[in-house]
C-alpha cells in the first residue's frame, strides 16, 4: 500500500508534535538526590556555623545537574521527604543554599510545595 506525500508529512509532523508536547520525565532520582546531599546529613540535623566543604560541593552538583523542571520539581520532593525523615534544623536547611554560595530554586524544608517549582 503506497502512501501520498502529504499523508507522510502529516504523519511525520504528528509524531512530532507529540515529542514536543510530551511531558519531560525526571532524570534525577532520590538515589542522586541523597548522593549528593549525604555529606549534609549531619550538619542539617546539628550543626554551627558554615557547612563543610564535601557539604557545599554535593549541593552544587545538585543545583547543576537538576537543570529541567522535571528534575528539579522530584530533586524537591526528595529533599522534602529526606528533611521529614532527618528532622533538619529549619534555620541551617534554609541558609544552606546561601552559605555555600550557590542557588537552589526550593527550600530544603519538609514543608516546600514542591509542585510550584519552575
Partial sequence: MAYST???????????????????AAAITCSDVTRYLRPCDSYLRSGTGMPPAACCSGASSLARTATSKADRQAACTCVKNAAKRINVKPELAKSLPRNCGISLPFEISPAVDCTKIT
Avoid: H
Fill in 6 to 24: 502529504r499523508t507522510i508529512l502529516f504523519m511525520a509532523a504528528a509524531i512530532g508534535l507529540v515529542f514536543l508536547v510530551a511531558p519531560a
